[in-house]
């Protein structure tokens, strides 16, 4: 479902699939014919029993390939996985819940994911202060930010407990511009969907 927001009022529909899901989808198919295409010459040499050298050395290449893109994914799979485990039970001044685009003006369920979490966290520390961030005004002129602030508030969060971060358009310009909000030395938390964690972290790391 997804949240469409009128003043302090809130209405939920049915999210439609957007184009950008099936592009993915489609390449990740063209991905998918490919490696099986490896695997098959994996099993059964078809490529390297070829006569044709050139074919040959296709076969080989693409065994070699196979094995290296495998031992990539694996890696770089497990390093986003084990990375977007981390959860934090300590205090902290702040907490950044990153936002994420909007689809025809309205947060996707990932983002609403990430302002739950970022709310209950708030509930739990009372001290903490919360910072929404954001640009890519949609086509109702609400930004990320503005979204998220205003769910933030129809679920009882204060308003003055939260700080709007709604310049930026991506998530580098987000910890750039809340770094100069804030006290960047003091302890924060980074509420974000756990396959984006492992960037997110590095890219605050970053900003400093």
Known sequence: CCISLSGNSIAFSPLSKPFFYWKVFWNEMVIFG?????????????????????FKVIGWCARIAACV????VLAVAGSVIGKGMIRTASSADYVIALGMALENGKPTQDLLYRVKTGEDYAAKHPE???????GNQSETSLSEAEVMKQLLISDGIDES?????????????NFENVAKMIDPTKPVV????????DRAVKIAQKAG
């Open 34 to 54: 490919i490696l099986t295409l490896l695997t098959v010459d994996l099993r059964t040499g078809f490529l390297t029993k070829l006569r044709v050298i050139p």
């Open 69 to 72: 893109v495998a031992g990539a």
């Open 128 to 134: 903490v202060t919360l910072i929404v961030t954001g």
């Open 161 to 173: 407990r939260i700080i709007t971060e709604d310049q930026a358009q991506s998530t580098q310009q």
């Open 190 to 197: 980074i509420v974000t969907n756990n396959y984006h964690m």
